[in-house]
């Protein structure tokens, strides 16, 4: 499978624990975004990164939220001291970043968080 | 501001009924690109179409059909034939020349009944 993968697809939590969501962009892919999208809501970008440098962080970004992209390959999403109003789905997509193509952002399946 | 508006929360019709789903944005740049995504119930965004503001010329593929307008700033999908296999949630999305993050519309839950 070529596509974005994103792991796990299900999380489910206690309020206050810290959990981490892994995305694998299309290898090729250079820009990597992670977005969240709430129930009956389209998804509302969170951060991106062009390789390993995060270039733009979006206001619903808390200080609670971190992302990393160390090797400018996979990414992870950590949200610590959870609370119940980050149960969403958390989706990652890539893009080439350059070319004729470069903003078409392809999508991976999503984790689903539920804080308890 | 930029912003996409999807009206149509909700549309269900019958298997092979043609139907349209609208979409309107918002944009000062003269240099965007819109797109619609499909979201089946299993969740993941599969890229439909994406158009550039320099083309408006319309697009066929298949059932699927796009028109754009700048004029209105619209860019509606339309399904020709629908099958249940259609049943979705369908995004319209903007993205504009200065920024790199794709802004969604709240999506028209899409049903087509056998």
């Known amino acids: 499978d070529t596509g974005v993968s994103q792991d796990p697809r299900h999380k489910i939590t206690k309020r206050g624990q810290n959990v981490t969501f892994r995305c694998d962009p299309i290898s090729e892919h250079n820009r990597l975004y992670w977005y969240r999208q709430t129930l009956g809501q389209g998804p509302e970008f969170l951060t991106y990164?062009?390789?390993?440098?995060?270039?733009?962080k979006s206001r619903l970004l808390s200080d609670r939220f971190s992302a990393e992209r160390p090797k400018g390959s996979f990414s992870t999403l950590e949200i610590q001291r959870t609370e119940q109003g980050d149960s969403a789905m958390y989706l990652c997509a890539s893009s080439l970043g350059s070319g004729p193509n470069y903003n078409e952002q392809f999508f991976g399946p999503g984790t689903r968080l539920t804080v308890l | 501001a930029q912003k996409v508006t999807q009206a149509q929360t909700e549309i269900s019709v019958v298997e092979k009924e043609d139907v349209t789903l609208d979409c309107v944005y918002e944009t000062r740049d003269t240099t965007y690109y819109l797109f619609w995504y499909k979201q089946p119930p299993s969740g993941e965004l599969v890229f439909l179409i994406r158009?550039?503001?320099?083309?408006?010329q319309n697009e066929i593929s298949g059932r699927y059909s796009w028109n754009f307008q700048k004029s209105t700033s619209s860019f509606n999908f339309t399904i020709t034939a629908s099958q249940v296999v259609d049943s979705a949630v369908y995004f319209c999305?903007?993205?504009?020349?200065?920024?790199?993050?794709?802004?969604f519309g709240s999506g028209t839950r899409l049903s087509i009944r056998p």
């Open positions: 158009r550039n503001s320099f083309d408006e």
């Open positions: 990164f062009q390789n390993e440098a995060q270039l733009e």
């Open positions: 999305a903007l993205l504009y020349s200065s920024a790199s993050k794709i802004i």
